[in-house]
Nanobody
Framework: QVQLVESGGGLVQAGGSLRLSCVAS????????MGWFRQAPGKEREFVAS???????VTANSVKGRFTIFTDNYKNMLFLEMNSLKPEDTALYYC?????????????????WGQGTQVTVSS
């Protein structure tokens, strides 16, 4: 079993930056690939970024070039560095883990989820 707890959300102006963190417990990141998803009110949960067990990465087109996913395996932590934020980035951001080593881009591919952390980007 894996427990995930996110932090780092908040209010930021358009063009600003924010770093989200996710702490994993129960099982090391070495067993799972990880991902970030986001969900705005009235919308489906959408893929943001994923990182494989060996460090391969994939990011959604909507955030490519602006967001970076990375891990600190020693601390069992996952991060999302967000730059050049836009109002349309406003959403609840979720950390996720899946029982596989490769990247994945759909919610059905993930087995464990955090509680979400709110990111609000003002115009």
């Amino acid at each position: 079993q894996v427990q995930l707890v996110e932090s780092g959300g908040g209010l930021v102006q358009a063009g600003g930056s924010l770093r989200l963190s996710c702490v994993a417990s129960g099982r090391t990141f070495g067993t799972y690939a990880m991902g970030w998803f986001r969900q705005a009110p009235g919308k489906e949960r959408e893929f943001v970024a994923s990182i494989s067990r060996i460090g391969g990465r994939v990011t959604a087109n909507s955030v490519k070039g602006r967001f970076t996913i990375f891990t600190d395996n020693y601390k069992n932590m996952l991060f999302l560095e967000m730059n050049s934020l836009k109002p349309e980035d406003t959403a609840l951001y979720y950390c996720a883990a899946r029982a596989a080593s490769t990247v994945a881009t759909t919610t059905a591919d993930y087995d464990y989820w955090g509680q979400g952390t709110q990111v609000t980007v003002s115009s």
